[in-house]
């Protein structure tokens, strides 16, 4: 356990993060950034998974995470509102698109990467005719017999690529290309998202009274924990976006020095 950061460190650390977010958000309006340069790994991928493109997908899971960001960084950040749970179920949101990118595009494996985005669609499709199938003229899934043609195509069994995946899939899967304890982010943040009482016994709490027998408590927000699943969610979505940067055949950036958020861990010290 680590002392719990004070409250300077808690703001710089939004401010910090509320300019990465604002960036993040300007460029997923601009609809040439992120290219995908000719020649790139991610460039052969596209080629060969269309109309399923790699590229595409990625981009639709930044364009969700960012926007999960950019909605803890205003509720957060600017209006100052703190409530038990709201920004770390959108914390968990934005853990889990950035981990489903990250699993499709981590591997090294060319039709590895292929079939999980083919994966990725079929998960789409069943979801939607699932929903809203009803109020659609065609059937969604009769997509899932061109996602079979697709990996046919590259020797990839079509059963496996029209299975779609569980949940759970991508947020361990994604721990291989990571040195961030996505898993475990990801369940903390669940247990907030689904009122799990384990995970509001995280929070600030103060005994008001016994009755027969039954403690009736007060729980409060904790700033420190407030940022921390965000910060997680945050660090994830910039590996992802080196790593995206790379197959794109971009130039990388230089990684950011030391681990400035190495005291932004969880601590149950309330």
Not at 35 to 49: C, E, F, I, K, R
Not at 71 to 77: D, M, S, V
């Amino acid at each position: 356990m680590t002392n719990a950061p004070d409250e300077d460190s808690i703001n710089r650390k939004w401010a910090e993060m509320a300019a990465s977010v604002d960036r993040l958000a300007e460029r997923i309006g601009d609809p040439d950034d992120f290219p995908v340069l000719a020649g790139s790994s991610l460039a052969g991928d596209d080629d060969v998974s269309h109309p399923f493109e790699v590229s595409q997908a990625v981009r639709h899971l930044v364009n969700a995470s960012v926007d999960q960001l950019h909605g803890i960084k205003t509720l957060l950040h600017e209006t100052q509102t703190q409530h038990l749970a709201v920004g770390s179920t959108l914390a968990r949101a934005a853990l889990e698109n950035t981990a489903a990118a990250m699993w499709i595009l981590g591997p090294r494996s060319r039709n590895l990467r292929i079939e999980r985005v083919l994966r990725w669609h079929a998960r789409n499709y069943t979801d939607q005719r699932a929903v809203v199938g009803h109020l659609l003229p065609s059937d969604p899934t009769d997509n899932l017999e061109l996602i079979r043609t697709v990996a046919a195509s590259r020797g990839i069994d079509p059963k496996v690529a029209a299975s779609g995946y569980k949940i759970t899939g991508p947020i361990e899967g994604a721990e291989e290309f990571t040195s961030i304890e996505v898993k475990f982010h990801w369940a903390v943040a669940s247990g907030f998202a689904h009122g799990r009482p384990w995970a509001f016994g995280l929070l600030a709490q103060r005994r008001l009274r016994i009755d027969d027998g039954h403690e009736v408590r007060r729980i409060t927000p904790r700033t420190d924990l407030a940022i921390w699943l965000p910060l997680q969610a945050m660090h994830l979505l910039g590996e992802l976006l080196r790593l995206r940067d790379r197959r794109a055949g971009l130039p990388m950036p230089p990684m950011p020095d030391g681990t400035p958020d190495s005291e932004f861990r969880l601590s149950t010290a309330r």
